[in-house]
């Protein structure tokens, strides 16, 4: 089992910047890519950007690109995700994922709101 905890949310002004955490324990070997995707009450799940956990490969959704960058730290088994130039409709649950090879998202987080004023 993989665990992951998020940390990082809050209440922002359009133009503001956050950083948020996903820290991963458990069988952390196992993991291939780790994924940070955002959902509110009501609305399908939305893929914002993944990385592959040995390092290097990311993808980003394209409302993101050029405001988000996901990176991840090799000795505390943390993936980051910088969110700058944080417009309302960015306002949404956040949750951290990470799947093994030839898998789907399995392991979750708990989620950590972002909300975005005007």
């Known amino acids: 089992q993989v665990q992951l905890v998020e940390s990082g949310g809050g209440l922002v002004q359009a133009g503001d910047s956050l950083r948020l955490s996903c820290a991963a324990s458990?069988?952390?070997?196992?993991?291939?890519?780790v994924g940070w995707f955002r959902q509110v009450l009501g609305k399908d799940r939305e893929f914002v950007a993944d990385?592959?956990?040995?390092?290097?490969?990311?993808n980003y959704a394209d409302s993101v690109k050029g405001r988000f960058t996901i990176s991840r730290d090799n000795a505390e088994n943390t993936v980051y995700l910088q969110m700058n130039s944080l417009r309302p409709e960015d306002t949404d649950v956040y949750y951290c994922?990470?799947?093994?090879?030839?898998?789907?998202?399995?392991?979750w987080g708990q989620g950590t709101q972002v909300t975005v004023s005007s």
């Open positions: 458990g069988r952390t070997f196992s993991i291939f890519r």
């Open positions: 990385i592959n956990w040995s390092g290097g490969s990311t």
């Open positions: 994922a990470a799947r093994r090879l030839r898998s789907a998202y399995e392991y």
